[in-house]
């Protein structure tokens, strides 16, 4: 059997769904639009390239549209254990959970492409209000940063003293990452992932953005800060 993969920037947080097989071995078709990052929509785009010839292959996402792996298999090949096998290692490359998307060129998840990030007009008040090194330390660091994903599941973390992180997600229960202020930027080293990342964030005291390389971060949603760790993390 031969092997396929692609990784996806980012991400940043664990977020969590739950594996769905059934609907993508069974042969129906998925009920909702699952929203993708371009960068694995060009892994798709790849996986139906390469696929020509093999009996079975597999394309498995990360229900958070941010990480993919494929598998394709030429003989004695059973498409439950590689279907099993794409879920197994998306996850553990995304570090959350991975449902089937296609079965060789048989789409079983719909989906729509959305931009990781989009670039803000020089006047953008998103950009006016970012935080300075201090000001940033003071308003992450024992405190927690809620918010919510494009597929609209909702999160929370708490940014201990220590730089861990321990945070919930709303479908699938705890999680825990690192993080490190360098300067006026928030990095993320989260279990797993090879493809952390820095970001600054700007405050408009109701709602905070990240800003990675100047650019919004679309993927993280109705962020906003609470003082302390009201959720007991």
Not at 131 to 157: D, F, H
Request: aromatic content about 10%; proline content about 3%; hydrophobic content about 35%.
């Amino acid at each position: 059997m031969e092997l396929g993969g692609q990784d996806m920037i980012a991400l940043l947080r664990a977020l969590c769904l739950g594996v769905v097989l059934a609907s993508g071995i069974a042969g129906s078709a998925a009920a909702d639009k699952l929203e993708i990052s371009p960068e694995v929509y060009e892994g798709y785009q790849e996986y139906l390239k390469k696929i020509s010839g093999f009996d079975v292959a597999v394309f498995a996402v990360a229900e958070n549209g941010l990480g993919s792996f494929y598998v394709y298999c030429s003989e004695s090949c059973s498409l439950s254990r590689l279907a099993k096998e794409a879920v197994a290692e998306c996850e553990k490359r995304s570090n959350v959970p991975c449902k089937v998307m296609a079965v060789n060129q048989d789409l079983r998840t719909e989906f729509e492409v959305y931009n990781a990030t989009t670039a803000l007009s020089s006047d953008d008040q998103i950009l006016s209000k970012r935080l300075g090194a201090e000001e940033l330390k003071r308003r992450i660091v024992g405190n927690t940063v809620q918010g919510e994903y494009p597929n609209g599941v909702k999160w929370s973390e708490y940014y201990d003293p220590s730089g861990a992180i321990r945070g919930k997600d709303a479908t699938h229960g705890a999680y825990s990452a690192r993080y490190a202020l360098k300067g006026d930027q928030i990095c993320y080293d989260y279990p797993g992932n090879d493809d952390d990342w820095c970001a600054q964030v700007s405050d408009d005291g109701s709602k905070v953005y990240f800003l990675k390389e100047g650019k919004l971060v679309t993927f993280i949603r109705n962020a906003s800060i609470s003082e302390g760790n009201p959720d007991n993390y």
